[in-house]
């Protein structure tokens, strides 16, 4: 598969039902993952993923952060 077909794929895949607020749990996930391969990367491969895992924890929580923030507004 090329990258625009594991987008594609990562995007339509379904997934089980998991709060909003699971993300850890799938961060967590992602990392167990990288450690069952990490023996076949190269230190570059593993470092790019770890990167990678980085983008996803601070994206997530920041709109963990935004959604929170809407919601205490809404109430008042």
């Not at 794929?9 to 450690?35: H, K, N």
Request: aromatic letters at 10%; hydrophobic letters at 35%; charged letters at 30%.
């Amino acid at each position: 598969m090329d990258t625009q077909e594991l987008v594609a794929q990562m995007i339509t895949r379904t997934s089980g039902t998991r709060r909003f607020e699971d993300w850890p749990e799938v961060l967590a996930a992602y990392a167990a993952c990288l450690d069952t391969v990490q023996h076949k990367l190269t230190r570059q491969e593993m470092e790019d993923f770890i990167n990678l895992g980085a983008d996803f924890y601070r994206t997530l929580a920041r709109a963990e952060d935004y959604r929170r923030g809407c919601s205490f507004g809404a109430g008042r």
